[in-house]
């Protein structure tokens, strides 16, 4: 089991930034890819970013130019810095990790995040 823990949300002005943490813990070493995923409100959960164990990384298109997902393996953490925030980014963020074991990978609890003026 994989358990990950999300913080850094919190509310912020159109065009300012954030940067997202994950720490992951519990069978660390069968975590490859990881990735953002967020839910805006009366909305689907999309995908953010993702970041492979090898750190090649993707973006949505919303996203590209303006959000970097990172990780630090030596630290178990996950990162997203998000920069030129616009209301339309207002969602609960969460942190997805894959395992061989698992089917689903395994989700963090969420993180707010608000943009607005």
């Known amino acids: 089991q994989v358990q990950l823990v999300e913080s850094g949300g919190g509310l912020v002005q159109p065009g300012g930034s954030l940067r997202l943490s994950c720490a992951a813990s519990?069978?660390?070493?069968?975590?490859?890819?990881m990735g953002w995923y967020r839910r805006p409100p009366y909305n689907e959960r999309e995908l953010v970013a993702t970041?492979?164990?090898?750190?090649?990384?993707n973006y949505s298109d919303s996203v590209k130019g303006r959000f970097t997902i990172s990780r630090d393996n030596t630290k178990n953490t996950l990162y997203l810095q998000m920069n030129g925030l616009k209301p339309t980014d207002t969602a609960v963020y969460y942190c997805?990790?894959?395992?061989?074991?698992?089917?689903?990978?395994?989700w963090g609890q969420g993180t707010q995040v608000t943009v607005r003026s």
């Open positions: 970041i492979t164990r090898g750190n090649s990384t």
């Open positions: 519990g069978n660390i070493f069968s975590i490859e890819d």
């Open positions: 997805h990790a894959t395992a061989p074991n698992s089917l689903l990978g395994f």
